[in-house]
Structures are given as structure tokens and as C-alpha cells.
């Protein structure tokens, strides 16, 4: 089963009408989440909305996930391990309020089992391909550097209660 | 400083974490090891369904954007309540607007306060991630590129 999302915020009516298309040329399933998309699929289950504890399970039983380049979507296929192929929504045709996503998507090239794709003939080669490299679900060394860096920013942080009261007292 | 989890410690800081839902959320999620450990966390958010899901510790805050103006008023009012209730010694923030009034106001109650800014943001820092850079303890981006090593630091990202 291949899992389509394009997030809770805006509709996607290009990239819909892509993975209807593809849906049509291949044999394998695809449920997906569509939002307030006006474009109707043919090919494809899908439902509007998904509830969190729903959204999880989909994305853990699919092979793959398709959607927009949105950072709930990367992450949910991260904690996965799953393939995730993503599509910038473009704010010259309206498909966001500013071009953001292009730009993570240039970047986002680099980390593994991310297939950025721009058009369905890509889309369905990735589909129809037999091994697509997953995301990896562990914490890798760029989020431990983060995690590090909170820690190190909070312990810099005064007590209130404490330094109001007895300074250096520590109960 | 201990590794216990556990959750009335009294010498540990209270973090007051504020994430909208969605992809700020989710990096906040990502975040959130290194906070338990660090001290007694409450989350606010927009989407309490989602801090359910998560077994969080929460309180609701209301959502809007920067075109708001009459909802970002009410937001301050909200803010002002919230950081009264909690006292936090350290407020953090993914975004959005709303995690950006709850840093300002815990910054004007003395608290310290972090920002991470969306990794969405790849080739320039949010809006509010630039207002946030003029009075937070400290603003962190999770774009190497977009870090002037002073104010706007990187320090890793949560993919």
C-alpha cells in the first residue's frame, strides 16, 4: 500500500491529479489524504482528513509515503523508516503563501530515503521501482548536536522560585 | 543536575514549551528528550488532540497568524495569563506566531527563552523567527547557511 498526504493546511490539486494519474498505471493501492482539494480522484481511495492516531498507523503500514514537502510528513516517514517521495507546493501557482518549500526541497536531496520529484513521469518511476531507500528512524548525529545545544542553552537559565527566595539554597 | 524523569523535581527549571500543530509540533516532539531532561516541561499548543497523543503535559492556546491583528491581541492577553499560571524559568518555541507571543512574554517575565526556528525555513529565517532573534536568549536555526555565529546560531537540525 502506497500512503498520499498533502498535510492539514492547504489543498493540492497539481499533485493529486499526479498520483490519480500514476494511480491508474500501476497495481498497487494507494490511500490517500486530500484535504480541502477541489481535484477529485478516480483512481484512488481517499478521505479528507485523517485523525493523528489514523495518519500514524497509515504511514506505518504503507511502503511508501507520497506527499507535499511539508515537515510533518518528512518526519512521520523518518520515525517510520519509510521512503518518502515529495513534491514542493509552489507559491506562483498558489499552492502556498511563499516558495518555502522549493527551498527545503533543493536541501532536502541530500538526506536519505527523501525522493524530491517535479513531474508524474519521475513519480512513477519511483513507484514502479524495486527498491526505494527508506528514511532512517534513528536519531542521527545532527539531532543529538541539537538536543546537546538545548540542554547546554537551558542549563544557562536562572530559577525563579530559587533566586527569589534563598539564593543558594537547593532543596 | 540528575537524569530522573521524574516530574516535581524542584531543582530543576520549569520549561514551558509552545509549538502550533503540524510541523512545528512534530520538531517539537523531536526536541522533547532533551527538555524532559533538563527539567519540568508543560507544553501549549494549538492542537490539544495532539498533546494527548503524545501523553503530554499541555495547556491550549489559540491559533492564528501574523494577519490577525485582533487575534494576536487576545494571543498576548492569553500569553500573559499562561506564563502567570506556569512561571517558567525557560520558554522554547518552534513557531508559530503564537509560540512567538508565549517566548516574548515569558522574555518580559525574566525567563529565558529559545528559539528554534522551522527547519521549513532553509533559505531565510521566518518572520518570526527574525522578530525572536531581537530578544531571545538565544535563536537557533537548523540551516548552517542561514547562522551569522552570533545571535542566529546553528547547532544541528531535527532530520
Not at chain 1, 545532527?142 to 542549563?155: C, G
Amino acid at each position: 500500500m502506497i500512503f498520499f498526504t498533502i498535510g492539514t493546511q492547504l489543498p493540492f490539486d497539481r499533485l493529486v491529479a499526479m498520483v490519480d494519474d500514476v494511480a491508474g498505471k500501476i497495481s498497487e493501492p494507494i490511500i490517500g489524504q486530500i484535504g480541502n482539494t477541489d481535484y477529485r480522484p478516480l483512481n484512488f481511495q481517499y478521505s479528507t482528513h485523517v485523525e493523528p492516531e489514523d495518519f500514524a498507523e497509515r504511514v506505518n503500514n504503507a511502503r511508501i509515503i507520497i506527499g507535499h514537502a511539508g515537515i510533518g510528513t518528512l518526519l512521520a516517514a523518518k520515525l517510520a523508516a519509510k521512503p518518502v517521495i515529495v513534491m514542493a507546493r509552489q507559491a506562483s501557482l498558489g499552492e502556498h503563501r511563499n516558495d518555502h518549500q522549493s527551498a527545503t526541497a533543493k536541501q532536502l536531496t541530500n538526506i536519505q530515503g527523501v525522493h524530491v520529484i517535479h513531474n508524474t513521469e519521475e513519480l512513477l518511476q519511483l513507484l514502479i521501482s524495486k527498491e526505494l531507500q527508506p528514511m532512517n528512524s534513528e536519531t542521527g548525529p545532527s539531532l543529538h548536536k541539537l538536543h546537546a545545544k538545548l540542554r547546554s542553552e537551558i542549563s544557562k537559565g536562572r530559577l525563579k522560585r530559587l533566586t527569589k527566595n534563598h539564593p543558594t539554597k537547593v532543596s | 543536575m540528575t537524569n530522573e524523569t521524574s516530574k516535581q523535581q524542584t531543582n530543576l527549571p520549569t520549561i514551558l514549551a509552545a509549538a502550533s500543530g503540524g510541523g512545528h509540533w512534530n520538531q517539537m516532539m523531536q526536541l522533547r528528550p532533551a527538555l524532559e531532561i533538563s527539567g519540568n516541561v508543560i507544553f501549549a499548543t494549538t492542537d490539544p488532540q495532539l498533546a494527548k497523543l503524545a501523553s503530554a503535559k499541555y495547556e491550549v492556546i489559540e491559533d492564528y497568524n501574523q494577519s490577525q491583528p485582533m487575534k494576536i491581541l487576545k494571543g498576548l492577553f492569553a500569553a500573559h495569563r499562561l506564563i502567570r499560571k506556569i512561571k517558567p524559568d525557560i520558554v522554547v518555541s518552534t513557531g508559530a506566531a503564537p509560540g512567538l507571543v508565549c517566548l516574548l512574554l515569558g522574555h518580559l517575565s525574566g525567563a529565558r527563552t529559545i528559539w528554534v526556528d522551522s527547519i521549513a525555513n532553509a533559505e531565510k529565517l521566518s518572520l518570526s523567527g527574525r522578530i525572536a532573534s531581537n530578544f531571545a536568549s538565544i535563536t537557533l536555526t537548523q540551516w548552517e547557511a542561514l547562522s551569522d555565529k552570533n545571535r542566529i546560531q546553528y547547532a544541528g537540525s531535527v532530520l
